[in-house]
């Protein structure tokens, strides 16, 4: 029976790669890995159990592409499922795909989509074969967005589903190494695509597309802002609801656990393991837990104006007191926009200033600080506007970027370390925390997050990439400094590399790409190399912020032996992560560390925005439910000891200055609240303590 379906697989396969397009039943196979198929390969290709694998194996820029040729129509498919597998354990994949053939109302067409594959993950991949607009020319003209009106899920198509000739899967070029494999790709009947009223626009009915708030025109949902009563009366229901639920009455003034085991009191925020459970301890003594919430600023949805003008119904003109939200700016972010040297204009701020009149700025920090007591919310997080977080009310947190030279010899595109054997590494991040001389001195700023979301890379990495860099790189110098002291003389050296270096001082000025035989001498270095990172970091920290927690960098992706370095040096490891449930959650073995989660979200596509953030959900009760589950798994979990939901208010519907636009606020653009979220905000957060001992 097995044999004879491996046979049936192959020879639909087989007819589809010859000029097939015939449905079977409800679903088309367009590729099966299992079975002999015609495709391309653009980079390194592996092949074994049912995979065709794509490495990516090089540090140019041309990307690993995977290609078939046909002719298909999809006419009576709702959506193409795709298998994916990520060959990285601890990196993640962003995978694009791409259809092309003749378009809808155009002689070229495509349809695009972008997806993140866990590390180590299986993915089934449902990508719509989403509508065309009647005027595909209106896509060409909107640009600054990640996502746009015209994207169904993420999906953006001017094809036409009967004509296509090319699909494409590919990924972002990474690192050496990283590996995708495919196991099939199919079209399957499903739910049918809406095609939304706007897609049958003409440009003249579709411009401008974002009202006078922000929003966007051409689609209605609850909670939308129509006027300026709208915004006074929601500000009056949220109050006159905050009285009727009184916030929790067991809390310190920092925000800990009044009723917990009480700890030292030393001034300071720390962390302590307490019944087998990581805490961290408020300046008073008592657990604390942090929940809390990234980028609290009144600037959340500036947004860029320049050629961009008829997006907009209804901008400021000169003399208007709304001129003014053309130079407010979040000073957090404000250093990206100026290197554009672009005009922006701050909707959210000046929704702000229309709900709560002239003295906008001190209501709203105070509104600020009722919202995070009634949510039961503890904590600013980083990227917050240092006028709210500085009043020294909640509990917070800051972010340093080094400035001190990078590895030269590292792709441009990634956010690597900078190198800590520079004679300016330690002083001049000394200097920038001296900067802060208000935070230092602030029992309310309990640490610092230094760098973000850097590339580790696999363990021999940032030691090859060391070996590419310029002679005059120190970290460069040390690494060969050390290989002399191990091989003495260049020719051991070329005997254990497979090399031909003619000395010392060629391999110190060569740039080449180091030989396959010298990873493991690289990823020795690469220890060294980290090692000397988080503990230049640490002993600054000690030096100049004694009592501020080193909260780490955030990771997005990272390998054991980076966090088993940085266990050694750093108080609590952070991570960003955008996932379901952090259930299975858990450090390397020997590692025991606290962590805190620095980002996470949910988002949805039925209040007006048009991308849903990094981890998608149907509409606000399913993101609400999501909130839930997620808060619950990291209370129950004993390495957490709390999360930062990203970000207070919703990115702005036209983009910020890289174009992100997500829906990932508690608050809307208007300072409205997402009532389905904040319910399971404010429940999570009145038994915080309660759920994390397991006394409910």
Same mark, same amino acid.
Request: proline share 4%; hydrophobic share 35%.
């Given at each position: 029976?097995?044999?004879?379906?491996?046979?049936?697989?192959?020879?639909?396969?087989?007819?589809?790669?010859?000029?097939?397009?015939?449905?079977?039943?409800?679903?088309?196979?367009?590729?099966?890995?299992?079975?002999?198929?015609?495709?391309?390969?653009? #980079?390194?290709?592996?092949?074994?159990?049912?995979?065709? *694998?794509?490495?990516?194996?090089?540090?140019?820029?041309?990307?690993?592409?995977?290609?078939?040729?046909?002719?298909?129509?999809?006419?009576?498919?709702?959506?193409?499922?795709?298998?994916?597998?990520?060959?990285?354990?601890?990196?993640?994949?962003?995978?694009?795909?791409?259809?092309?053939?003749?378009?809808?109302?155009?002689?070229?067409?495509?349809?695009?989509?972008?997806?993140?594959?866990?590390?180590?993950?299986?993915?089934? *991949?449902?990508?719509?074969?989403?509508?065309?607009?009647?005027?595909?020319?209106?896509?060409?003209?909107?640009?600054?967005?990640?996502?746009?009106?015209?994207?169904?899920?993420?999906?953006?198509?001017?094809?036409?589903?009967?004509?296509?000739?090319?699909?494409?899967?590919?990924?972002?070029?990474?690192?050496? #190494?990283?590996?995708?494999?495919?196991?099939?790709?199919?079209?399957?009947?499903?739910?049918?695509?809406?095609?939304?009223?706007?897609?049958?626009?003409?440009?003249?009915?579709?411009?401008?597309?974002?009202?006078?708030?922000?929003?966007?025109?051409?689609?209605?949902?609850?909670?939308?802002? !129509?006027?300026?009563?709208?915004?006074?009366?929601?500000?009056?229901?949220?109050?006159?609801?905050?009285?009727?639920?009184?916030?929790?009455?067991?809390?310190?003034?920092?925000?800990?656990?009044?009723?917990?085991?009480?700890?030292?009191?030393?001034?300071?925020?720390?962390?302590?393991?307490?019944?087998?459970?990581? *805490?961290?301890?408020?300046?008073?003594?008592?657990?604390? @837990?942090?929940?809390?919430?990234? /980028?609290?600023?009144?600037?959340?949805?500036?947004?860029?104006?320049?050629? /961009?003008?008829?997006?907009?119904?209804?901008?400021?003109?000169?003399?208007?007191?709304?001129?003014?939200?053309?130079?407010?700016?979040?000073?957090?972010?404000?250093?990206?926009?100026?290197?554009?040297?672009?005009?922006?204009?701050?909707?959210?701020?000046?929704?702000?200033?229309?709900?709560?009149?002239?003295? @906008?700025?001190?209501?709203?920090?105070?509104?600020?600080?009722?919202?995070?007591?009634?949510?039961?919310?503890?904590?600013?997080?980083?990227?917050?506007?240092?006028?709210?977080?500085?009043?020294?009310?909640?509990?917070?947190?800051? /972010?340093?970027?080094?400035?001190?030279?990078?590895?030269?010899?590292?792709?441009?595109?990634?956010?690597?370390?900078?190198?800590?054997?520079?004679?300016?590494?330690?002083?001049?991040?000394?200097?920038?925390?001296?900067?802060?001389?208000?935070?230092?001195?602030?029992? @309310?700023?309990?640490?610092?997050?230094?760098?973000?979301?850097?590339?580790?890379?696999?363990?021999?990495?940032?030691?090859? @990439?060391?070996?590419?860099?310029?002679?005059?790189?120190?970290?460069?110098?040390?690494?060969?400094?050390?290989?002399?002291? !191990?091989?003495?003389?260049?020719?051991?050296?070329?005997?254990? *590399?497979?090399?031909?270096?003619?000395s010392w001082e060629e391999l110190l000025t060569s740039r080449a790409e180091p030989s396959e035989a010298s990873l493991n001498d690289c990823a020795?270095?690469?220890?060294?190399?980290?090692?000397?990172?988080?503990?230049?970091?640490?002993?600054?920290?000690?030096?100049?912020?004694? #009592? !501020?927690?080193?909260?780490?960098?955030?990771?997005?992706?990272?390998?054991?032996?980076?966090?088993?370095?940085?266990?050694?040096?750093?108080?609590?490891?952070?991570?960003?992560?955008?996932?379901?449930?952090?259930?299975?959650?858990?450090?390397?073995?020997?590692?025991?560390?606290?962590?805190?989660?620095?980002?996470f979200h949910f988002g949805a596509l039925d209040r007006g925005l048009f991308h849903p953030g990094l981890n998608q959900k149907g509409n606000q009760?399913?993101?609400?439910?999501?909130?839930?589950?997620?808060?619950?798994?990291?209370?129950?979990?004993?390495?957490?000891?709390?999360?930062?939901?990203?970000?207070?208010?919703?990115?702005?519907?036209? #983009?910020?200055?890289?174009?992100?636009?997500?829906?990932?606020?508690?608050?809307?653009?208007?300072?409205?609240?997402?009532?389905?979220?904040?319910?399971?905000?404010?429940?999570?957060?009145? !038994?915080?303590?309660?759920?994390?001992?397991?006394?409910?």
């Amino acid at each position: 029976m097995k044999k004879m379906k491996k046979i049936i697989t192959a020879i639909l396969s087989l007819l589809m790669f010859s000029a097939c397009s015939t449905g079977v039943k409800d679903r088309l196979y367009i590729f099966d890995a299992g079975a002999d198929s015609t495709f391309t390969v653009i #980079g390194h290709q592996e092949t074994g159990d049912g995979i065709i *694998w794509i490495t990516d194996t090089s540090d140019v820029h041309t990307p690993p592409v995977f290609q078939l040729m046909g002719h298909w129509d999809l006419s009576g498919y709702s959506h193409i499922k795709v298998v994916l597998v990520s060959g990285n354990a601890t990196e993640n994949i962003n995978a694009t795909f791409r259809m092309e053939g003749s378009g809808a109302k155009t002689e070229e067409g495509s349809l695009n989509t972008k997806i993140s594959v866990r590390a180590g993950d299986t993915l089934e *991949w449902l990508i719509p074969i989403a509508p065309s607009p009647e005027q595909p020319e209106i896509l060409g003209s909107l640009k600054g967005l990640r996502a746009t009106p015209f994207s169904i899920d993420g999906v953006t198509s001017t094809i036409d589903p009967t004509q296509v000739t090319k699909i494409l899967i590919s990924f972002d070029k990474w690192l050496k #190494g990283t590996k995708l494999g495919l196991r099939e790709v199919l079209a399957v009947q499903g739910k049918a695509v809406p095609t939304p009223s706007w897609f049958a626009l003409s440009q003249r009915d579709f411009f401008p597309f974002i009202d006078q708030y922000g929003q966007f025109i051409h689609k209605d949902w609850p909670g939308k802002t !129509k006027s300026d009563e709208d915004l006074r009366a929601d500000l009056q229901k949220e109050l006159d609801e905050m009285a009727s639920i009184p916030a929790s009455d067991d809390r310190s003034r920092y925000g800990g656990w009044l009723k917990g085991k009480k700890q030292e009191a030393t001034g300071n925020f720390q962390v302590q393991k307490v019944d087998g459970k990581w *805490w961290m301890v408020d300046p008073d003594g008592h657990l604390f @837990w942090s929940n809390g919430v990234v /980028r609290v600023t009144p600037s959340s949805a500036v947004t860029i104006i320049d050629d /961009r003008e008829n997006y907009f119904s209804s901008l400021p003109e000169a003399g208007s007191p709304y001129t003014a939200f053309y130079t407010t700016r979040d000073e957090f972010l404000y250093t990206y926009y100026r290197s554009w040297g672009v005009k922006t204009f701050d909707f959210s701020a000046a929704n702000i200033r229309k709900k709560y009149g002239e003295g @906008w700025r001190t209501a709203y920090r105070n509104m600020t600080f009722k919202r995070l007591k009634h949510w039961g919310m503890n904590t600013i997080s980083a990227g917050s506007a240092k006028e709210i977080y500085r009043e020294d009310r909640v509990p917070y947190c800051d /972010r340093i970027e080094l400035k001190t030279a990078r590895i030269d010899g590292a792709p441009d595109r990634l956010n690597v370390i900078r190198d800590p054997f520079h004679l300016d590494f330690s002083k001049q991040f000394a200097e920038q925390l001296r900067d802060r001389k208000e935070e230092l001195a602030s029992t @309310w700023c309990y640490g610092y997050f230094v760098d973000n979301k850097l590339v580790w890379g696999a363990d021999h990495d940032l030691g090859r @990439w060391v070996l590419k860099s310029s002679a005059d790189q120190p970290a460069k110098k040390v690494f060969v400094s050390d290989l002399q002291h !191990k091989y003495g003389v260049i020719t051991a050296l070329n005997v254990a *590399w497979k090399s031909t270096y003619d000395s010392w001082e060629e391999l110190l000025t060569s740039r080449a790409e180091p030989s396959e035989a010298s990873l493991n001498d690289c990823a020795d270095f690469s220890a060294s190399l980290i090692d000397q990172y988080f503990k230049s970091v640490a002993e600054v920290m000690q030096q100049v912020a004694p #009592g !501020k927690l080193y909260l780490g960098c955030r990771y997005v992706t990272v390998n054991a032996r980076v966090l088993e370095i940085a266990a050694r040096y750093c108080d609590v490891l952070t991570f960003d992560l955008f996932w379901d449930s952090l259930s299975d959650f858990k450090l390397p073995q020997g590692v025991d560390k606290p962590v805190l989660i620095g980002e996470f979200h949910f988002g949805a596509l039925d209040r007006g925005l048009f991308h849903p953030g990094l981890n998608q959900k149907g509409n606000q009760d399913e993101r609400a439910l999501a909130y839930e589950k997620y808060m619950y798994s990291a209370l129950l979990n004993p390495f957490v000891v709390g999360t930062a939901w990203h970000q207070f208010s919703d990115q702005a519907t036209t #983009g910020r200055f890289d174009g992100e636009n997500f829906q990932d606020g508690l608050t809307d653009v208007c300072d409205r609240v997402y009532p389905e979220t904040i319910a399971k905000v404010r429940e999570i957060g009145s !038994k915080l303590y309660q759920i994390r001992t397991g006394h409910l």
